[in-house]
């Protein structure tokens, strides 16, 4: 007979409890696809007596997730507290230096220390796993390491926030500024407990930059990821885009290029009609492309109990049925450390400024464009201020260099009222 694979869990949020009952209501269909049994040891949450309408009484409870990481009776350290360092690193590093297998959620703490931890457990002879650390229920690392480990990867892309898609496509749908959207979006409890991991892009951006590693067989390197959040996106951008057949999404790109790896989480301009366009509210997407493959689109819920958990489960069942894969796609040790590239690819572009409505204002934002080598592509004037006009200008394929030097020179005209707004236009 088999022995069951069991589980010491630490975390008891919505997606550990979405675990618990997952093992305990897909119990059978586990033993049958595992080919053992799955069961859980011990449980450690920082509250022993909350209700979470599961039952817990036949586990183990530590109150100390390192001391439920190191116990005799757990195969399988199941990672869900969060945070990148603190009691979640204690408690990894503890499991993996006891010999125990790691599945974790948490993209924060990979994003930061994913190369060590990753180190660490190939030198125990154990795998770190974590496909629930990006897009969710989403199985994005199985595609990569897996589905598509015959593919040299061109280009990753992937709205990877929910709460910014959600915000994105409100702000869209119902005409409401950012601010009104947010605070819907907080009412909801959609939010991060600091938000500007979400909105900031930083939650989007260790997504991403765990899918580059994979990709590209590099580094984890967070550090260089170019990060810009939805702070800055008003009703009108999202209004002009979409009259001119886009959609604006927090998007997160990797792809490596001649001057090297570049990773940038961004607002971006997509055509409307495309799959990552068309993505409505909190729903992640991910976009794969491969030499052979061409492009593969995923799409599904990137958060939530089922999902997230949906997941985790998928690494466990794994490490029952004896697949043992590297944490990366490619031993720790053969990961490259590519040098960081700033955008480097050209693109057109969206700007919009207010311009003073005074004759030779526009030339001169045209000498900026054009001193600079930007080619203008489209341009309006669509409302009027006084005594400004707002002022569209999508350009032709231009690198973000040159861009930065429009910029800068249009700011030093006496012309251009505050700073523009500058969006890339993302071949998708
Ligand atoms: N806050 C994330 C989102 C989910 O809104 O997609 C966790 O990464």
Redesign the pocket.
């Known amino acids: 007979m088999t022995t069951p694979l069991r589980l010491g869990i630490a975390g008891l949020g919505t997606v550990g409890t979405g675990v618990v009952k997952i093992v305990q209501r897909q119990a059978a269909l586990l033993e049958k696809r595992s080919g053992r049994a799955v069961t859980i040891s011990a449980i450690s949450a920082r509250s022993r007596d909350k209700d979470r309408g599961i039952r817990l009484g036949d586990y183990a409870w530590e109150d100390d997730p390192v001391a439920l990481a190191k116990r005799d009776d757990v195969d399988v350290f199941v990672e869900l507290m969060g945070g990148s360092d603190g009691p979640a690193k204690a408690a990894t590093e503890a499991a993996l230096g006891a010999g125990k297998d790691v599945v974790t959620a948490n993209?924060a703490m990979l994003a930061h220390h994913g190369q060590s931890l990753a180190n660490l457990a190939e030198d125990n002879g154990r795998v770190l796993r974590f496909e629930a650390a990006v897009a969710g229920g989403i199985p994005v690392i199985k595609a990569l390491t897996e589905g598509l480990a015959g593919n040299e990867i061109t280009r990753v892309m992937g709205v990877m926030?929910?709460?910014c898609n959600y915000i994105l496509t409100r702000m869209e749908n119902a005409g409401l500024p950012y601010d009104d959207v947010f605070a819907e979006a907080d009412a909801l409890g959609?939010l991060?407990a600091d938000p500007k991991l979400?909105v900031g892009g930083i939650?989007a951006g260790h997504k991403l930059c765990l899918l580059a590693s994979i990709a590209f067989g590099t580094n984890v390197d967070f550090d260089n990821v170019q990060l810009e959040g939805i702070e800055k996106i008003e009703t009108t951008d999202i209004e002009q885009a979409a009259d001119m057949g886009f959609r604006i999404k927090l998007l997160g790109v990797a792809q490596m290029t001649p001057r090297g790896l570049e990773q940038r989480m961004s607002p971006c301009l997509v055509p409307a009609n495309s799959p990552l366009g068309q993505l409505e509210g909190?729903t992640?997407m991910v976009v794969l492309e491969g030499d052979s493959v061409e492009q593969i689109v995923l799409r599904g819920p990137?958060?939530g109990e089922g999902p997230t958990a949906s997941a985790v489960m998928a690494d466990v069942i794994d490490i029952a049925r004896g697949t043992r894969l590297s944490t990366f796609g490619q031993p720790a040790a053969t990961l490259s450390a590519a040098p960081p590239s700033a955008t480097s690819i050209p693109a057109p572009y969206y700007i919009r400024l207010q311009l003073h409505d005074k004759p030779g204002a526009l030339a001169k934002v045209a000498t900026a464009l054009g001193e600079a080598a930007v080619s203008i592509d489209r341009m309006r004037q669509y409302g009027h201020d006084e005594p400004t006009a707002p002022v569209l200008i999508v350009t032709h394929k231009t690198t973000q260099e040159a861009l930065d030097q429009a910029l800068a020179a249009m700011a030093e005209t006496d012309v251009v009222e505050g700073s523009p707004v500058a969006i890339r236009v993302e071949a998708v």
């Open positions: 993209k926030n929910g709460t959609y991060e979400d939650d909190g992640n990137g958060a």
